[in-house]
């Protein structure tokens, strides 16, 4: 396929484009094989703007007349107004617009012809092998635990990477017939040791015991030998009990205590797939709607349902953060496929428990570790956001929900996450519409297939130049446990995101502005001061600054 075929008009002039926050610029329209140019100058200022057009979702058509105009929804719920002069031509764009956001090839897209100057591929930075640095981190505290290479051909389990840390008793041939007992080839494997006490959080799919019953001696070694001689384990079911009961007459099921002595199930229900991706649609719905009164924005805002996931999600992988941290008891995580809300819990719970993963760097190490490597299916979950008008059912914002519960542990403790809101904001749109290669594909399998490594750059290399404006600048190394407030009242509307298209966040960016200019102010006089005295002293002055600019 060419994309020359695909595109009607390359060029059309005298377009009058729009976009909240910008007023009407008359200009041309630009059409290439993955971008939007729309140029034009207003008050002697050139103004520019690129759009990849992988970032449109919807196109909607009004004709008049003799001129039509089109209403771009894009994934990053960003929404442009194009006027274009002349019915044909109008309808001409709207055509290669549609034709080339809808290309389906993964060796097709931006990433694999993006080619910045100051960027180098062979690599590009990605950190293909951070499940090996987390594991050098482990087997320097203990020897249960081993790398295993069962799955490099990716047969065992294709969503799995080529690398699983896994008990050091059990050998590959356990774990072959393990992950055939499991879902997709999810066989338990380690997420995350808890340093503080050895515990440890371990994710996999749903055991398939079927309505028979049946039993695998391997996956049950498996679980035993990762509880190494603790008396229980707690398996974390993101099912609801009925659902779990239903998945048992399709061949699914959960682990029968009295098979698996020591563990004990938990049902805590997370939705996924379409509830979760209709919740999302209404949402934003909601908030692009000027026309509503404070009472029926509160009652829309409610029956989406949104901050209800956000509320629940928190409240799960604080349930398994208590498990480990306070019951000195391993965890299990799964649900049915192990992909979606499993991923969801096992990273949220890290990032409650551990202050290495609210770094930047560490939050990168776990994004790699818990999304992009342990198999969450960007490329179906990422397909389509709000604002399409076609549902696919394997669509899910999944990875925006856990960004979103990210975001609400920042707002609860303010100087003890590295990263700003913009930083998930950016991570938002790049796993939606990006020219890296970083959320390609929905597993490595298919990512080593298509040589993304190889042929794309790395998303993190260009968060690492754009550093300073994805910083935090109150944080203050906190090395405690963070346990949110997941309250009704203490959940609220992420509206950097929800709302940053609809509303103006000129004054609330100039009041992180000038925390900022605050922050460098006080580091430097902290620099001339020593003692923990201090350091407190301004920790506390600078999350009352934090909190009378927010209010």
Same mark, same amino acid.
Request: aromatic share 8%; net charge neutral.
């Given at each position: 396929?060419?994309?020359?075929?695909?595109?009607?008009?390359?060029?059309?002039?005298?377009?009058?484009?729009?976009?909240?926050?910008?007023?009407?610029?008359?200009?041309?329209?630009?059409?290439?094989? @993955?971008?939007?140019?729309?140029?034009?100058?207003?008050?002697?200022?050139?103004?520019?703007?690129?759009?990849? =057009?992988?970032?449109?979702?919807? =196109?909607?058509?009004?004709?008049?007349?003799?001129?039509?105009?089109?209403?771009?929804?894009?994934? !990053?719920?960003?929404?442009? @107004?194009?006027?274009?002069?002349?019915? /044909?031509?109008?309808?001409?764009?709207?055509?290669? =617009?549609?034709?080339?956001?809808?290309?389906?090839?993964?060796?097709?897209?931006?990433?694999?012809?993006?080619?910045?100057?100051?960027?180098?591929?062979?690599?590009?930075?990605?950190?293909? @092998?951070?499940?090996?640095?987390?594991? *050098?981190?482990?087997?320097?505290?203990?020897?249960?635990?081993?790398?295993?290479?069962?799955?490099?051909?990716?047969?065992?389990?294709?969503?799995?990477?080529?690398?699983?840390?896994?008990?050091?008793?059990?050998? !590959?041939?356990?774990?072959?017939?393990?992950?055939?007992?499991?879902?997709?080839?999810?066989?338990?494997?380690?997420?995350?040791?808890?340093?503080?006490?050895?515990?440890?959080?371990?994710?996999?799919?749903?055991?398939?015991?079927?309505?028979?019953?049946?039993?695998?001696?391997?996956?049950? $070694?498996?679980?035993?030998?990762?509880? !190494?001689? +603790?008396?229980?384990?707690?398996?974390? !079911?993101?099912?609801?009990?009925?659902?779990?009961?239903?998945?048992?007459?399709?061949?699914?099921?959960?682990?029968?205590?009295?098979?698996?002595?020591?563990?004990?199930?938990?049902?805590?229900?997370?939705?996924?797939?379409?509830?979760?991706?209709?919740?999302?649609?209404?949402?934003? /719905?909601?908030?692009?709607?000027?026309?509503?009164?404070?009472?029926?924005?509160?009652?829309?805002?409610?029956?989406?349902?949104?901050?209800?996931?956000?509320?629940?999600?928190?409240?799960?992988?604080?349930?398994?953060?208590?498990?480990?941290?306070? /019951?000195?008891?391993?965890?299990?995580?799964?649900?049915?496929? $192990?992909?979606?809300?499993?991923?969801?819990?096992?990273?949220?719970? *890290?990032?409650?428990?551990?202050?290495?993963?609210?770094?930047?760097?560490?939050?990168?190490?776990?994004?790699?570790?818990?999304? =992009? *490597?342990?198999?969450?299916?960007?490329?179906?979950?990422?397909? +389509?956001?709000?604002?399409?008008?076609?549902?696919?059912? *394997?669509?899910?914002?999944?990875?925006?929900?856990?960004?979103?519960?990210?975001?609400?542990?920042? +707002?609860?403790?303010?100087?003890?996450?590295?990263?700003?809101?913009?930083?998930?904001?950016?991570?938002?749109?790049?796993?939606?519409?990006?020219?890296?290669?970083?959320?390609?594909?929905?597993? /490595?399998?298919?990512?080593?297939?298509?040589?993304?490594?190889?042929?794309?750059?790395?998303?993190?290399?260009?968060?690492?130049?754009?550093?300073?404006?994805?910083?935090?600048?109150?944080?203050?190394?906190?090395?405690?446990?963070?346990?949110?407030?997941?309250?009704?009242?203490?959940?609220?509307?992420?509206?950097?995101?929800?709302?940053?298209?609809?509303?103006?966040?000129?004054?609330?960016?100039?009041?992180?502005?000038?925390?900022?200019?605050?922050?460098?102010?006080?580091?430097?006089?902290?620099?001339?001061?020593?003692?923990?005295?201090?350091?407190?002293?301004?920790?506390?002055?600078?999350?009352?600054?934090?909190?009378?600019?927010?209010?």
């Amino acid at each position: 396929m060419e994309f020359a075929e695909l595109i009607k008009t390359t060029k059309v002039d005298n377009v009058v484009f729009s976009h909240p926050g910008l007023e009407p610029v008359a200009g041309t329209l630009c059409i290439t094989s @993955h971008h939007l140019l729309l140029s034009g100058s207003r008050e002697q200022n050139q103004i520019e703007l690129w759009l990849l =057009i992988r970032n449109v979702d919807a =196109i909607e058509k009004r004709l008049a007349n003799s001129s039509c105009s089109l209403t771009l929804k894009c994934k !990053d719920l960003k929404v442009l @107004h194009l006027e274009i002069p002349g019915m /044909e031509e109008c309808l001409n764009v709207a055509s290669s =617009i549609e034709a080339l956001s809808s290309v389906e090839s993964v060796m097709m897209m931006y990433p694999f012809f993006y080619r910045p100057q100051s960027m180098r591929l062979a690599g590009g930075g990605r950190q293909p @092998h951070a499940l090996e640095k987390y594991y *050098q981190q482990v087997a320097s505290r203990t020897g249960a635990w081993r790398l295993s290479v069962v799955n490099e051909d990716f047969q065992a389990c294709p969503s799995y990477p080529a690398l699983v840390v896994v008990p050091s008793s059990v050998d !590959d041939a356990a774990l072959r017939k393990s992950a055939r007992f499991r879902q997709g080839g999810r066989f338990p494997v380690l997420s995350y040791y808890h340093k503080k006490n050895g515990t440890v959080m371990l994710r996999s799919s749903q055991p398939l015991v079927g309505p028979h019953r049946k039993r695998c001696p391997e996956d049950e $070694g498996l679980l035993a030998a990762a509880l !190494d001689g +603790r008396s229980r384990g707690f398996v974390l !079911d993101t099912r609801s009990a009925q659902a779990a009961k239903q998945a048992k007459m399709m061949g699914g099921g959960t682990e029968h205590r009295s098979a698996y002595a020591g563990w004990k199930r938990m049902h805590r229900a997370l939705d996924r797939g379409r509830p979760l991706q209709e919740s999302f649609v209404k949402v934003v /719905e909601t908030c692009n709607d000027p026309s509503l009164t404070m009472d029926r924005w509160l009652s829309k805002l409610e029956a989406s349902k949104w901050l209800t996931h956000v509320k629940e999600s928190l409240g799960t992988a604080c349930l398994a953060a208590q498990c480990m941290e306070r /019951e000195e008891a391993c965890v299990l995580v799964h649900g049915a496929e $192990g992909m979606d809300t499993t991923l969801l819990v096992t990273a949220l719970a *890290q990032v409650i428990l551990d202050p290495c993963r609210r770094t930047m760097a560490g939050f990168q190490e776990l994004l790699e570790q818990e999304w =992009i *490597q342990a198999g969450h299916p960007f490329h179906l979950r990422c397909a +389509r956001s709000a604002y399409s008008h076609a549902r696919l059912k *394997q669509e899910s914002p999944v990875f925006l929900l856990f960004l979103d519960c990210v975001w609400q542990l920042g +707002r609860q403790f303010p100087l003890s996450l590295e990263f700003n809101e913009a930083f998930l904001l950016a991570l938002f749109e790049h796993s939606y519409a990006s020219p890296y290669g970083t959320f390609l594909c929905n597993n /490595e399998k298919e990512r080593k297939l298509c040589n993304v490594e190889g042929k794309t750059h790395s998303l993190w290399p260009w968060i690492h130049s754009e550093r300073q404006k994805f910083l935090n600048p109150l944080f203050a190394p906190n090395p405690l446990v963070i346990w949110p407030s997941v309250e009704p009242q203490s959940i609220f509307l992420w509206q950097g995101l929800f709302l940053r298209w609809v509303r103006s966040s000129h004054y609330i960016d100039e009041a992180w502005t000038e925390i900022q200019k605050i922050a460098r102010n006080h580091k430097a006089h902290l620099e001339h001061q020593s003692g923990a005295a201090s350091t407190q002293t301004e920790a506390q002055t600078l999350s009352k600054v934090e909190t009378n600019a927010h209010l």
